[in-house]
């Protein structure tokens, strides 16, 4: 066999005359006229292969059979070819293509492996549908954006683990078969075999033992690891992602923000290029939600909510005063939105209304000022006062949404969202920290707005029992082009805080000790002031490279039904191994 | 909180008047006559902490309080404190600590944390039994031998990755949640929620992935990643284990070997300042076997297996000349031997009869030949030829093991390693090569030496039908001071060739697709030559420190039955959980 010698992505003009062998995987084939042209492409590029267009010098038997092979060649067959390189005829050259300048005069060929009809054409891969590409995701990677994809993770994980290994944290691995910790998703159960009737859980995140590795003493933990979480699938989400998770100890939020601030602008100067300015923009949770209705913002989209609840509650307008004394009226305005007929208006009417509004009021600033079939119920004093609090030129138009703060928040972030138009390769990363400690569950009881670990804010802790709601944490999110990033917090180290939080949160002692009672033992041992993050490496490297499924960044992701087309699980099992595991599957049809 | 400018182990008589803030643990108190020491430590070192000796220049009263915190801190504590770096006074310097000529002279401390009484005495954790170490996992980390095997782990991690990353791999993620590979042991199986009676396995290792890497066009891949293997669990083994695996295409044995000799040459030298000789020296399989009876002899003993079938198929004593005529007949020259009393010989004998052995012959070299109960049945020309094999000198011993080669290599297997004295820090690092391809089952079918996609030598393959046990693969280990570090081959590239493996194995059409129909398929699509290797990271690592356990090098080990005493994982779950995924556990009571 011919072994490369070089890649098919590095040759260039100064190689001229380089007797050279590569081997890879045929792009593209043409006969011009008894004179045969491959493209020849492994992971690093493409590189032309020329078969009889200038004499070999080899005997004449062998360069026919040269041509021949070359001749029977088909797209996607593996070969490897012995050749001069010289440079391409003027005219021929190609601008695009880094060994655009340069081909190979072929002296000697290899085929080494054949190729079957393929499923679809792996320069059009979008043209069928998700799960074909995911069935044969092998055959996608050879080309385009995936491998590209698949190229930039790595960087990311080189340059990742780098910083944090220059920065003295170490690295630490943490259990896969484990006991699952309470963060707010179903576990991914394991039967054990040795231990019958007992089951591991894989990990939804390392959040016990990274906060164990410091009461451990290892003042400074990173890890990228997978975490699991048995969810109904969101077009986002997969059952098992990748997680950068770490935890330092002595610490406070400053330094932890501080760092990671230092190590974004490292990792996006050092994989794509970008400089990033710090320190970044911080929002307060209630200035994110009150001027952009969430507390994930694109600031990429200048658009910010307005309140004109005052002005609403003495309006004739019934819609908005009455929903003045029970709630909000906010609006956001679209510029230039000449665009947004009334058809599009109806139709998003329909969607907002899906998100629980009532309805979509609206104002167009005319050539005379503002239009639409509710300023009848305005005097001209107060469409001044509307015209003027939200800045309104000539095209653009007002959405107004009265409706709880929930509601009206979550309209106006679809719109702002819908209409707004981002800025493109523009990153816009930001800080959303004084979380409240709790947020109330169905029931109106307290439950964690991050995980039941998290330290309340300094000086707030008398009021835990007395006015859980008005506990702020010591929480903090990063969030970049309307994308959470990663989360953190600085994290309970007192045995005693950490039961008042429990009962608090109404899980018992016995639960407490149950669930989590190795937590509460070693925070009893000594446990030093610590606080991490985790971030979403998935959902990091898709922003990076500006996609929006996660799913393009994944080497082998599953689809939304958590299935892989690709191997076909999950699958049956044979009973045998079912046996031995001592469980049944349960028919729910007679159950 | 006063937080830290310095760690416990970076300050130096340089650092003399420098005031800084350190903090970690109580590790160590002493009142000397109202003059406090504490020694506090954290993951980097110790230092000495001094209160009372030396006027603070606080008000009295402050430092009064000083010195009442400082006598009730006990070991474990938590603590920062602000101070001034002094030399210690002559005859109180401590040469066997990095920070030993230096101490602090504290003005301000933070009592941040208390400590429950400790379970066990943290300077001597061999003292409890391993549940209890394992159980307080966190405790043994704050010191010793653990918190040197982590950080050395972790230098291993960074530098393997950097080495990969330089020699133009990329890292790439393969699936947690997947379907079984064909491995030999039993899979971890998890259920499937959404898709009820299904489920995934947990990858005993990523071998088919990997291979569709190559199939993809990821030229030289690699990956640090958990494996799974559901266990009868020995010693040295854990259901969750970490591999480094790796797979490169369009390359042959020899450049995977020289790769990874650089490689171990490389990370030796840049994790433990040890150089290592390369190439590493090489034996075949059946060579290893004749000399050593095992493939992954430890080669820093001297000793080798030395056979006498010859001789003793012509012998009068009946035990030899009877199982030469079947069998094989071998002996092993223990060297100054006189501590091997006849006590020890019987003791071993029994040993060496639980390995399937029927007894151990043994012959003295005393002042005038050979002695034992067996000499009279031998000639005195045989008792020369056989000292004279053997290079037998006054004071050696010989152990005979005549029976089937498999026993007679097991038991002098077993010899060797008990009474051969390996030299120590030292590494001795060999391939094994050349293994058969197939080797015979209980059955006496073909079962794959590695698994069934390793490629058969070149040139051997028209033997596979016909003569499937004389047919040679491309198989490779990796052996270091006994123990079997890594592993891997040649794989096949044919789709061709992979059926009739698959036929040869006795794996029908039907089953070869439901279990890996996707490989089958995707080595149809322009599969490339490829091959790789897979390190036990755990192995690796112990082998490096010198260590015989690997779960002195793992973080968050299991107990030989599977079960975390920290987490006391795996445990019951709720009923709901198994109502979820449609599973029952079944009562073998009544089942």
Aim: charged share 30%; proline share 6%.
């Amino acid at each position: 066999m011919l072994k490369p010698t070089v890649n098919c992505g590095e040759l260039r003009v100064t190689d001229k005359d380089r007797e050279v062998v590569l081997a890879g995987w045929v792009s593209g084939w043409r006969d011009h006229g008894g004179v045969v042209f491959i493209d020849l492409r492994d992971f690093h590029g493409k590189t032309q292969v020329v078969f009889g267009r200038e004499k070999t010098g080899l005997p004449e038997k062998d360069e026919k059979e040269l041509i021949e092979i070359a001749n029977s060649l088909r797209n996607e067959y593996v070969i490897a070819v012995k050749g001069i390189v010289n440079l391409r005829p003027e005219g021929t050259r190609n601008d695009k293509l880094p060994t655009g300048e340069i081909e190979i005069s072929a002296r000697q060929i290899n085929l080494i492996n054949e190729c079957a009809e393929l499923p679809f054409d792996l320069k059009n891969p979008d043209k069928v549908g998700e799960e074909t590409r995911l069935k044969y995701r092998y055959l996608e990677m050879r080309s385009g954006k995936l491998k590209e994809s698949l190229a930039l993770r790595h960087r990311f994980f080189q340059s990742t683990r780098n910083f944090f290994a220059d920065n003295g944290f170490i690295e630490v691995e943490t259990p896969f078969l484990t006991r699952s910790t309470p963060e707010g998703a179903r576990d991914f159960l394991v039967p054990s075999r040795i231990n019958p009737g007992k089951f591991y859980a894989l990990p939804q995140s390392p959040q016990l033992f990274k906060q164990l590795l410091m009461i451990g003493g290892i003042g400074k933990y990173f890890q990228i690891v997978k975490c699991f979480r048995d969810e109904d699938l969101r077009q986002d989400r997969q059952p098992e992602f990748t997680q950068l998770d770490l935890e330092m100890s002595f610490i406070d939020e400053e330094d932890i923000k501080k760092l990671l601030e230092r190590y974004i602008q490292s990792v996006f100067r050092e994989v794509i290029g970008v400089e990033l300015e710090i320190p970044f923009k911080r929002l307060s949770y209630s200035e994110a939600m009150d001027r952009y209705g969430t507390d994930k913002p694109d600031l990429r989209i200048p658009l910010e909510i307005i309140n004109i609840t005052d002005l609403a509650s003495n309006s004739s307008f019934k819609v908005f005063s009455s929903a003045a004394s029970c709630g909000v009226v906010k609006g956001l305005k679209i510029p230039d939105a000449d665009e947004i007929s009334l058809s599009v208006i109806n139709k998003t009417t329909e969607e907002i209304q899906s998100l629980g509004a009532k309805g979509l009021a609206w104002m167009r600033h005319k050539k005379d000022g503002l239009h639409s079939p509710i300023t009848k119920f305005f005097s001209e004093e107060e469409l001044k006062e509307i015209s003027s609090r939200f800045d309104t030129r000539r095209g653009d138009i007002i959405f107004f949404i009265a409706d709880t703060e929930q509601v009206v928040g979550a309209c106006l972030d679809y719109l702002r969202r819908t209409f707004g138009k981002p800025s493109e390769n523009v990153f816009m990363p930001l800080w959303i920290e004084d979380y409240p400690l709790f947020e109330k569950d169905d029931a109106g009881n307290p439950t964690p707005m991050h995980h039941p670990f998290t330290s309340p804010r300094s000086g707030e802790e008398e009021l835990l029992e007395k006015e859980p709601f008005a506990v702020k944490s010591k929480a903090y999110d990063m969030v970049l082009n309307g994308a959470e990033i990663g989360g953190g917090s600085i994290r309970i180290h007192s045995p005693v805080l950490q039961n008042r939080v429990f009962k608090i949160l109404n899980i018992t002692e016995e639960k407490a000790r149950q669930k989590f009672g190795f937590l509460l033992q070693a925070l009893s041992f000594g446990a030093p002031p610590h606080g991490g993050f985790a971030f979403g490496v998935d959902r990091l490297v898709a922003c990076m490279l500006g996609i929006n499924s996660i799913r393009e960044v994944i080497p082998f992701p599953k689809t939304r039904r958590a299935y892989s087309p690709l191997t076909g699980s999950p699958s049956d099992v044979d009973k045998e191994q079912l046996d031995e595991i001592g469980i049944r599957i349960v028919d729910f049809k007679k159950d």
